[in-house]
C-alpha cells in the first residue's frame, strides 16, 4: 500500500502521520474508520463518499473522493480496493460497476486496465461523444453504403464510420 510505507529514519509511531489534521492515524485501521464515518449509503447498494472530493475538469465526469495523507490527495475508491481486497498490481485501475465515482463499496469496484476502462465508458455511452449504439455499430459493418452516405444516415462524420470500419474504435462490440 503506497500510502503506508515508511523509511527507516520516519518515526515508528504511525499517529505522528495523520490523515490531513484530522487527528487519524494512518494505518490501515485509520483510513478504514476514516472510509465508515464518510460515506451514505443508496438504496442502489453504492456507499457514496461524503468527504472530500473534486469534480474533474471535464465536464462530462463525475466527481472523485479524495483524501489526503501526508501532503499528498489519494483517490478513496482506490484506498477502499486497497483496504478491503489489498494491493492495486502496477498498471491497473480501480473502476466502478455502478458508475457512480464516489462508490466506495469494494463490492462495487474491480480491477481492469485503461483499455477497458475505455471500453466501459464506450458501451455504458458515458461520454458526450458517444454517439453510436452498438447495434448502429453493427449495421456500419454490414452495410454496403459508402462512408459518406453512413455518415449522413447517422449523424456522424465520415472518419466515425471510417474508424469503426477499419476496428479503431468499438472494437468491443461483436
Known amino acids: 500500500m503506497r500510502w503506508y510505507t515508511r523509511g527507516a529514519d520516519e518515526a515508528d509511531d504511525p499517529a505522528a502521520y495523520h490523515i490531513c489534521g484530522k487527528g487519524i492515524p494512518v494505518t490501515p485501521e485509520g483510513i478504514k474508520e476514516r472510509l465508515q464515518r464518510k460515506h451514505r449509503i443508496l438504496e442502489n447498494g453504492c456507499h457514496e463518499w461524503?468527504?472530500?472530493?473534486?469534480?474533474?475538469?471535464?465536464?462530462?465526469?463525475?466527481p472523485r473522493g479524495l483524501i489526503v495523507i501526508n501532503g499528498k490527495r489519494h483517490r478513496v475508491h482506490r484506498l477502499a480496493w486497497e483496504i478491503y481486497r489489498g494491493p492495486i498490481p502496477n498498471g491497473l485501475w480501480v473502476l466502478h460497476k455502478c458508475d457512480n465515482g464516489l462508490c466506495i463499496n469494494p463490492d462495487h469496484l474491480y480491477l481492469g486496465n485503461h483499455a477497458q476502462n475505455m471500453e466501459d465508458v464506450v458501451r455504458r455511452r458515458r461520454s458526450p461523444?458517444?454517439?453510436?449504439?452498438?447495434?448502429q455499430v453493427r449495421m456500419i459493418r454490414a452495410s454496403s453504403l459508402s462512408s459518406r452516405a453512413l455518415a449522413k444516415e447517422f449523424g456522424v462524420k465520415k472518419s466515425s464510420i471510417l474508424c469503426v470500419r477499419n476496428g479503431k474504435t468499438h472494437r468491443f462490440v461483436i
Open 129 to 135: 461523444k458517444i454517439k453510436l449504439t452498438e447495434d
Open 50 to 62: 461524503t468527504g472530500y472530493g473534486l469534480k474533474s475538469r471535464r465536464t462530462d465526469a463525475a
